[in-house]
């Protein structure tokens, strides 16, 4: 009995191995297989490229104001949270954000190219 579900399940998987080969196309170099997924590189040219700094300073800042944001938003909602304190600590500190996004505007550091 177990002879024949081995061998069973072993024509089975043959018969849709084959029939898979079949009914795939012709060429692998003409599919999508060696085409990125929407992430905009050519896989056919070189793998290593310099990262941009401005790149590389434009997602820095955008880190450190998203975890500033996460940190300030829910102190209004919390109600363990002393409210006066976390009202006086979020008005104090979303001022600063938008000054640290003015200066760095006028730094030039938030354009992408110079």
């Not at 896989?43 to 310099?50: E, Q």
């Not at 300073?57 to 940190?71: H, K, R």
């Not at 200066?103 to 030039?108: C, D, F, N, Q, R």
């Amino acid at each position: 009995m177990l002879l024949i579900n081995i061998t069973t399940c072993l024509l089975i998987s043959l018969t849709l191995l084959l029939l898979s080969l079949i009914t795939m196309k012709k060429s692998i170099s003409n599919s999508n297989f060696s085409s990125p997924f929407e992430c905009g590189f050519d896989p056919k040219t070189k793998t290593r490229h310099p990262l941009s700094l401005q790149f590389f300073l434009i997602s820095l800042t955008f880190l450190m104001f998203d975890i500033e944001l996460a940190i300030i938003l829910p102190l209004p909602l919390s109600p363990s949270l002393n409210l006066p304190m976390s009202l006086t600590s979020s008005i104090i500190l979303l001022p600063l954000l938008i000054l640290g996004v003015y200066y760095e505007k006028s730094m030039g550091l938030l354009s992408w190219s110079k």
